[in-house]
């Protein structure tokens, strides 16, 4: 009987609640879905499924499918997709947005985005929940004349600045809707990324997320990553909840998990929560002229920038060895420069600027 009226209470609230936009609340792998200034941050068109659920074990708890498509296109620009089907209690809400960003290079590896967002929002009832509920009196017509349902246009936008292995990122993803007053759910991320050796990197992150009538909500999070390749990470939200991630990027492929364990009024209901994030992405493999690639004018400005760096440490006191791994960088950059001009860089290509630019990164410490 309590669980019953537990979860009668969670169906009340998540019905008020309903009318009003669907929280987002699958963030830890998926930055694209509530910042569109993350669209085409991959080296190519990244297809993503991101499906999760809460408090398991309540009937009527939420769950959240998204899929999305992102890519660069030409220099700065980047587009994408997104659809969501957002399940509450007695209510089912969708959304499908197109994303536009735009990259402005500020300083050498720093760089300013901005996105924007627009599509189509529809919440409704699901009638076919309440039959034979012997708490619902079925000969309300409100609820079969669709008072409950209604579709709004939605608008979004979005900002990410990139300060070397600082990253600061603001979202406001439903800042427009038809037939309301504008809202102020913000999401708010700060992380950095500081390399403990060449395989191993530690990265602080803090979220800030507000809804208005709701508490707020502040993540504190600590990820370690391998190589780029395997990630684990472990969340205290201001709620109570822990979470914990893992994750791999195998070539192409990602795939990661987020468990969250449930704390508060619904701890002897539901032990947890669930996240999957699977992502794919198709390489670009000829320069700017598909989706998703560097743009021949990035291209041509992150070999001069990086011809400019092994300049100036070979101008500075170092031994014998650096001085000969500088000059053959100079020589291999050249190359690469001229092909970058020519729009005939490769993938292969982009991969090598990648290790030279860790490169020139260690060699910086061994001068120092």
């Known amino acids: 009987m309590k669980k019953i009226i537990l979860s009668l209470s969670l169906l009340t609230a998540l019905g008020a609640k309903a009318q009003d936009l669907n929280t987002h ?34 009937e009527g708890n939420p769950t959240n499918s998204m899929f999305g498509i992102n890519s660069r296109i030409a220099n700065n620009n980047g587009i994408g997709f997104k659809a969501i ?15 536009y960003k735009y990259q402005v290079q500020l300083k050498g590896k720093h760089f300013l ?18 039959i034979g509920d012997q708490y619902t009196d079925q000969s309300d017509v409100t609820l079969t ?13 979005g900002a990410m600045c990139q300060w070397e292995n600082l990253e600061l990122g603001l979202s406001l993803p439903h800042l427009v809707v038809s037939g309301r007053p504008i809202s102020d759910h913000i999401f708010a991320l700060g992380k950095y990324r ?23 909500l502040l993540d504190g999070g600590l990820a370690f990553e391998w190589r780029k390749m395997l990630w684990l990470k472990g969340t205290y939200r201001t709620n109570g909840n822990i979470l914990a991630g893992l994750g791999v ?20 209901l539901s032990a947890s929560s669930h996240e999957v994030f699977l992502a794919f992405t198709i390489k670009n493999k000829r320069g700017n002229k598909i989706l998703g690639g560097f743009g021949q004018r ?6 001069m920038l990086y011809m400019q760096e092994v300049q100036t440490i070979n101008n500075s006191p170092a031994n014998t060895e650096v001085k000969a791994e500088l000059n053959a960088l100079q020589t291999e950059l050249r190359g690469l420069l001229q ?11 982009k991969q090598r600027m990648r290790e030279i630019e860790d490169k020139i990164e260690e060699l910086k410490q061994q001068v120092k």
Do not use: C, H
């Open 339 to 349: 092909k970058s001009q020519e729009n005939k860089i490769t993938a292969a290509d």
């Open 194 to 216: 500081q390399a403990i050796n060449k395989d191993f990197d530690v990265i602080p992150s803090v979220v800030f997320q507000y809804l208005n009538k709701s508490p707020y």
């Open 113 to 130: 985005n901005f996105g924007v967002s627009a599509g189509y929002y529809q919440t409704y009832l699901q009638q076919n929940t309440l």
């Open 85 to 99: 089907i957002d399940s509450r209690g007695i209510f089912n809400n969708f959304t499908a947005e197109g994303v």
């Open 249 to 268: 990027r195998i070539n192409d492929f990602q795939v990661g998990y987020t468990y969250s364990a449930v704390t508060g009024d619904f701890q002897a």
């Open 25 to 58: 609340y699958q963030y830890q792998m998926n930055w694209f879905n509530i910042n569109p200034a993350y669209t085409g941050s991959e080296d190519g068109t990244q297809f993503i499924l991101n499906p999760g659920t809460q408090w398991v074990g309540i």
């Open 145 to 157: 004349q669709g008072n409950y349902n209604s579709s709004n246009f939605l608008a979004g936008f």
């Open 298 to 303: 990035r291209a041509n400005q992150n070999l």
